[in-house]
């Protein structure tokens, strides 16, 4: 079984940046396609953005592309995901989650789940 826990998310004002991050355990952490989904009120689950176990792949949503960067840290369990130029239509619950297998960005694909971190973008 494997636990994740975002931390990062906090209030900010648009144009700043935050990093999130999800510590990963239980798992076989370098073996995980990770991602990073959000969902603000009213709205269905998101992608933004997702990595493959080695690092090499990677999907951006439309949204985040120039903006965010995923990155991981396979000795710490760790995937990042560092966003900038933060506008109020990025505010929402932002999701680490983690799927073993093939490489995909689909909600119902992805098993295990973290408890989701807020970010809010003040303008």
């Known amino acids: 079984q494997v636990q994740l826990l975002e931390s990062g998310g906090e209030l900010v004002q648009a144009g700043g940046s935050l990093r999130l991050a999800c510590a990963a355990s239980?798992?076989?952490?370098?073996?995980?396609?990770m991602a990073w989904f959000r969902q603000a009120p009213g709205e269905e689950r998101e992608c933004v953005a997702a990595?493959?176990?080695?690092?090499?792949?990677?999907f951006y949503s439309v949204s985040a592309r120039g903006r965010f960067t995923i990155n991981r840290d396979n000795t710490k369990n760790t995937v990042y995901l560092r966003m900038n130029s933060l506008k109020p239509e990025d505010t929402a619950v932002y999701y680490c989650?983690?799927?073993?297998?093939?490489?995909?960005?689909?909600?119902?694909?992805?098993?295990?789940w973290g408890q989701g971190t807020q970010v809010t973008v003040s303008s």
């Open positions: 990595i493959d176990p080695s690092g090499s792949s990677y």
């Open positions: 239980g798992g076989t952490f370098s073996l995980l396609n």
């Open positions: 989650a983690a799927l073993y297998g093939d490489f995909d960005v689909r909600v119902a694909y992805y098993r295990y």
